[in-house]
């Protein structure tokens, strides 16, 4: 897939080409995922994964660390297509579950860490609300480009509401 996603624009992508380049009938790729739709976003959910978070001593580090990471992978054109290709992966919705789940697991991992150090840590749905949604939001409505510093921003903004 990510050999077709590389040589061919996503228009020309298609499940008979997917297919032969996994020496599989296009039935098989059918039966697994419906359909290409499907297909892009189970692919989205597996590549829009930065890397594990990030542990540099304190919460509020590695959720600003964490945060840049995951503007910089979702901000990069490959990036905001699998995000296109993740929320309208079937009707279902399924493969945008998986990655609002992923994106949680993410999370908690740091907040677990800060747990374990005596840390304040902010809840998870509110690290959503505030840094997640916005960057996802920005990047699939507004711009081609986050401003500089913006994921920072929002992880400020977060402690800032949580600390009044």
């Known amino acids: ?8 624009y ?12 996994a020496g599989v009938a296009p039935s098989t790729i059918y039966r697994r995922w419906g359909d290409l739709n499907q297909l892009l976003a189970d692919v989205a959910v597996a590549r829009l994964r930065p890397e594990g978070p990030p542990d540099t001593g304190s919460v509020q580090g590695d959720l600003t660390a964490w945060a840049a990471q995951y503007a910089e992978e979702t901000g990069s054109a490959t990036g905001r297509e699998f995000l296109r290709d993740m929320v309208s992966g079937g009707p279902d919705c399924q493969s945008g579950f998986r990655g609002g789940q992923y994106t949680r697991e993410r999370l908690e991992i740091i907040l677990s ?7 304040f840590t902010p809840a998870a749905d509110d690290i959503l609300d505030v840094v997640v949604a916005p960057i996802v939001y920005r990047l699939l409505f507004e711009t081609e480009e986050l401003p500089q510093g913006f994921a920072h921003a929002l992880i400020d903004r977060l402690y800032q509401e949580r600390m009044h």
């Open 10 to 21: 996503r228009g020309d992508i298609t499940v008979p080409r997917i297919a032969e380049l």
């Open 113 to 119: 860490r800060g747990r374990d150090r005596g840390e």
């Open 1 to 8: 897939m990510r050999t077709l996603q590389a040589e061919h």
